[in-house]
Nanobody, 122 residues
Framework: QVQLVESGGGLVQAGGSLRLSCAAS????????MGWFRQGPGKEREFVAT????????NYADSVKGRFTMSRDNAKNTVYLQMNALKPEDTAVYFC???????????????WGKGTLVTVSS
């Protein structure tokens, strides 16, 4: 059973930075594209970023492009999300997952972990 454990969230002022981590218990981790998603207060979960199996191709939601950077370490079965220039609207619980494309949208494949809360104060 796949387990996803996110960490690194916290409270930060607008303009600040955070680095999120996600450890995945997937035996074939290096074969899969991974993604970050987030769910803000009263909102649906949305796509944030994705990275291909080798780590040399990334894609971002327009709302975070130029501010967030996703990376991965296949030796550690871990993906990261470096978040810079944070805005109050980035406040959300952040989740990671294996990703596939369904109807031109990135969706998570596995059961969701607990996520990690990021709160950005103005």
């Amino acid at each position: 059973q796949v387990q996803l454990v996110e960490s690194g969230g916290g409270l930060v002022q607008a303009g600040g930075s955070l680095r999120l981590s996600c450890a995945a218990s997937i035996s074939t981790f290096s074969s899969w594209a991974m993604g970050w998603f987030r769910q803000g207060p009263g909102k649906e979960r949305e796509f944030v970023a994705t990275i291909n199996w080798s780590g040399d191709n990334t894609n971002y939601a327009d709302s975070v492009k130029g501010r967030f950077t996703m990376s991965r370490d296949n030796a550690k079965n871990t993906v990261y999300l470096q978040m810079n220039a944070l805005k109050p609207e980035d406040t959300a619980v952040y989740f990671c997952n294996r990703v596939v494309i369904v109807d031109d949208k990135y969706v998570g494949m596995d059961y969701w972990g607990k996520g990690t809360l990021v709160t950005v104060s103005s």
